[in-house]
């Protein structure tokens, strides 16, 4: 069974930082691509982040580039989502999500929820001005 647990999470202020994990079990780590989406208040879900995890072929939104980073460490099958100088227009809750084989990081803003293979339950970021 495909699982996907997010983790590290919580309430910072803004300019701050946070590091959020994604641990993977159930399917083959090194033939996917997983990424980070989110979904603030009252806002639609965004795809933000995305690491191909064979070749290491990334994606950022327009909105993170430059101060979000996505990385993998294969031994523990987990990626990371570091956020620096963090903005109240940052809170939401952050899932992330795998698509097994795996896809170019090209894709990663078109798709939605129904296109993933697994989902994790969400880890709630909340940006103080």
């Known amino acids: 069974q495909s699982q996907l647990v997010e983790s590290g999470g919580g309430l910072v202020q803004s300019g701050g930082s946070l590091t959020l994990s994604c641990t993977a079990s159930?399917?083959?780590?090194?033939?996917?691509?997983i990424g980070w989406f989110r979904q603030g208040p009252g806002k639609e879900l965004e795809g933000i982040s995305c690491?191909?995890?064979?070749?290491?072929?990334?994606f950022h939104s327009d909105s993170t580039k430059g101060r979000f980073s996505i990385s993998r460490d294969s031994a523990k099958n987990i990626v990371y989502l570091q956020m620096n100088n963090l903005q109240p227009d940052d809170t939401a809750v952050y899932h992330c999500?795998?698509?097994?084989?795996?896809?170019?990081?090209?894709?990663?803003?078109?798709?939605?929820?129904?296109?993933?293979?697994?989902w994790g339950q969400g880890t709630q970021v909340t940006v103080s001005s």
């Open positions: 999500g795998a698509v097994v084989p795996n896809v170019h990081c090209g894709l990663w803003p078109h798709f939605q929820r129904r296109n993933l293979d697994a």
């Open positions: 159930g399917f083959s780590f090194d033939q996917s691509t």
């Open positions: 690491l191909r995890i064979g070749d290491g072929n990334t």
